[in-house]
């Protein structure tokens, strides 16, 4: 070995090699150290961004709940006051029973229609089939159209799909 190609290091040469070799190491330790950090933060970020989405999803059930209850609210918001007029329509129906001039038929048409414009109708009972949703039956007669509705005692109402009152109804058995 040739002394020229076998070079020794001078002490300052080595402690510049060996603090180049410490700065890479910490330099290392500190990349490492940001690359987790960064890890770390996309995964806070992912579980923030899966919140949100949740929260937001939330929000808008809970708005459109809400305006189905509202809708709800303003299409039944007579109910009970229509409830209320049920006697005073039992009376007219009454009432136009036994008026010869007809003009009673013709205020409770009248009734009829202005509540009608709200949703309400009459249940339609006589000759249809029984329907236990609609029609109470509080008699069963022998007849030759079983499950027939023969009689309406009291008329029944509905109020935007909702039964108000159900008609009482004599059934037909065989």
């Known amino acids: 070995m040739n002394s020229a190609s076998r070079r020794i290091a001078s002490p300052i040469e080595t402690e510049m090699r060996n603090s180049q070799l410490r700065n890479m190491e910490r ?18 970020e992912s579980e923030l961004v899966q919140y949100v989405a949740r929260q937001r999803a939330d929000l808008e059930n809970f708005i459109k709940a809400k305006e189905r209850e509202v809708s709800m609210q303003v299409r039944n918001a007579g109910r ?13 129906e009454a009432a136009q029973r036994s008026d010869q001039t007809g003009q009673m038929k013709a205020l409770y048409d009248q009734v009829i229609n202005i509540l ?26 022998s007849s030759d159209e079983d499950g027939n509705v023969l009689e309406e005692v009291q008329r029944g ?18």
């Open 27 to 44: 330099n290392s330790n500190s990349v490492r150290q940001m690359n987790e950090e960064i890890s770390r933060l996309r995964q806070r």
């Open 80 to 92: 009970e006051v229509i409830k209320a007029l049920l006697p005073f329509l039992d009376s007219l």
């Open 116 to 141: 009608s414009s709200f949703g309400f109708r009459v249940i339609e009972a006589k000759g249809k089939k029984f329907n236990p949703y609609v029609h109470e039956a509080i008699a069963v007669t």
């Open 157 to 174: 109402y509905m109020l935007n799909d909702e039964v108000l009152r159900t008609s009482k109804v004599v059934v037909g058995k065989r």
